[in-house]
């Protein structure tokens, strides 16, 4: 019986649903030498606790004040950082106003203009080619309801080829 009470209590530790009083128990248990055998890989562990809890740390913890100050210039520094970045980021664009075509310098205007013929060429010869891709697809659609009819067709003939043998 004690060992079903056990294994419920493990369980139930799995699944972190012990109470503290619990717990005492499957320590108690573990730190005894009368542990059944499939239950030998859980006893490492409750010993493992049970030493844990008896580890202090004797060394002394010193506070320097100098640590404090270093930290406090690396404070600064990050804030400097920060506000150089946001001026970085904002001054350039503080007097931008949109550029219109009248703007830009007479050889930049007429770039612009071959720029925009070029894109345009371009633009209508794309078009001309999709109208082919077009055709193309009508005609793929047709070439599928032809092979689609000439598979009734042989389907039709191995059925009549059966009809005539019997």
Same mark, same amino acid.
Request: charged content about 20%; overall charge neutral.
């Given at each position: 019986?004690?060992?079903?009470?056990?294994? =419920?209590?493990?369980?139930?530790?799995?699944?972190? =649903?012990?109470?503290?009083?619990?717990?005492?128990?499957?320590?108690?248990?573990?730190?005894?030498?009368?542990?059944?055998?499939?239950? =030998?890989?859980?006893?490492?562990?409750?010993?493992?606790?049970?030493?844990?809890?008896? =580890?202090?740390?004797?060394?002394?913890?010193?506070?320097?004040?100098?640590?404090?100050?270093?930290?406090?210039?690396?404070?600064?520094?990050?804030?400097?950082?920060?506000?150089?970045?946001?001026?970085?980021?904002?001054?350039?664009?503080?007097? $931008?106003?949109?550029?219109?075509?009248?703007?830009?310098?007479?050889?930049?205007?007429?770039?612009?203009?071959?720029?925009?013929?070029?894109?345009?060429?371009?633009?209508?010869?794309?078009?001309?080619?999709?109208?082919?891709?077009?055709?193309?697809?009508?005609?793929?659609? $047709?070439?599928?309801?032809?092979?689609?009819?000439? $598979?009734?067709?042989?389907?039709?003939?191995?059925?009549?080829?059966?009809?005539?043998?019997?």
């Amino acid at each position: 019986m004690v060992l079903n009470n056990i294994e =419920e209590l493990i369980e139930k530790y799995n699944n972190a =649903e012990t109470t503290l009083q619990e717990e005492a128990e499957l320590k108690a248990y573990f730190l005894s030498d009368a542990v059944a055998p499939h239950l =030998e890989h859980y006893k490492p562990m409750f010993q493992y606790f049970s030493k844990s809890k008896k =580890e202090v740390y004797n060394k002394p913890i010193s506070l320097n004040s100098n640590n404090t100050r270093k930290t406090k210039i690396y404070q600064w520094f990050s804030v400097a950082a920060i506000v150089l970045l946001m001026l970085g980021i904002f001054i350039p664009n503080w007097n $931008n106003h949109p550029k219109t075509l009248a703007d830009y310098t007479a050889e930049e205007q007429e770039l612009y203009l071959e720029t925009k013929q070029a894109l345009k060429l371009i633009s209508k010869n794309l078009n001309t080619g999709l109208v082919g891709m077009n055709a193309l697809d009508m005609a793929g659609d $047709n070439l599928n309801t032809g092979l689609e009819k000439a $598979n009734y067709i042989s389907v039709f003939g191995t059925t009549t080829n059966k009809l005539l043998k019997n």
